[in-house]
């Protein structure tokens, strides 16, 4: 039984509340000839300046046994080595095309509201007001519904009710069936998952492994708090005292993103991702479905395409690569990234 609702503004704010950080304006589906050169902010040899880092106890040492690579030097076109790097949120899941309605209803539930039950159809109308409710209850009632909407739209992320996005395990490659992270592996490219900056990283570090199982798993890296922590940016930003020989753009980055702790979250995981990958940042290709894993990316000099899901459809993005609607087919494919190109 669905509620008795008539228009309303303040149900309406319900419904978009997680998504005022996001722009919204209608866009066309952008499909590139060729990616611009991949390019960086920070050209010179990593080794350069591990070198010169200030004397720490345990000394710095990164992810990769072999970082930087034999072949990382100044050239930010080295077409040498390609490693993509893929945020949870919008790029593997789709989260919120199914989560939010189900943890609105799970949040009415919770408050006693049994009556309550929002189908797909009123979910995407104009949601209004109870009229089983007096209107001086509003402020509490919202207050209230958010809070326990937020519970169980976390526990909905990492529950087995929440699917991955077609492709993401299996999509039509002619002339056989694959998927975007088999592809990825049967091509010797590595999959780096980023989890440090999504909600619950712990959490759905381990669901990742129940939804692609053990075997997939193994042949992907997945970079949460504990890995961006002992990587080497990760220990850099933790230390204080940079020297005055330190990579003077890599000190400010670290200092700057020290100020703000989700876009310190954000660069530091990137960093971690590219370093586990053994590759330098700008041979990496951030598969994004955020704003801020977008903002992130520009600021490392990280190429990044969007994955735009249910959350970004009409989002604008104006420094990715390109704006994608999924895995396979026309859209990403490893191929189309080795070649930096769109069809």
Known sequence: M???????????????????????????RNHLSFFPPFSSNFPEKISNFLGKCPHTNPPLTPLCSNYPPDYLGDDETSSQGLGVLLEFEGVLVDAYRLGNRQAFNTAFRKLGLDCASWSEPVYLDLIGWATSLPTSEKSSFVKRVLQEKETA???????????????????????????????????????????????????IARSITEKLGHERVSKVKIIGNEEVEQSMYGQLVRNKEFSSGLNEELAKQANEAGKLFLHRKIIAALRAGAESACLPVYNCVLVAGSQSGVAGAERVGMPCVVLRSSLTSRAQFPSAKAKLDGFGGADLTISKLRQKRWS
């Open 2 to 28: 669905e509620f008795a609702l008539c228009p309303n503004p303040m149900l309406t704010a319900l419904r978009f509340s997680t998504t005022a950080r996001t722009q919204f304006c209608s866009v066309t």
């Open 153 to 203: 739209f976390n526990e909905f992320l990492v529950s087995k009710d929440l699917p991955l996005r077609p492709g993401v395990e299996e999509y039509v490659l002619i002339p056989i069936r694959s998927g975007f992270i088999d592809d990825a592996n049967n091509g010797g490219v590595p999959v780096v998952i980023l989890t440090a900056y999504s909600r619950n990283a712990d959490k």
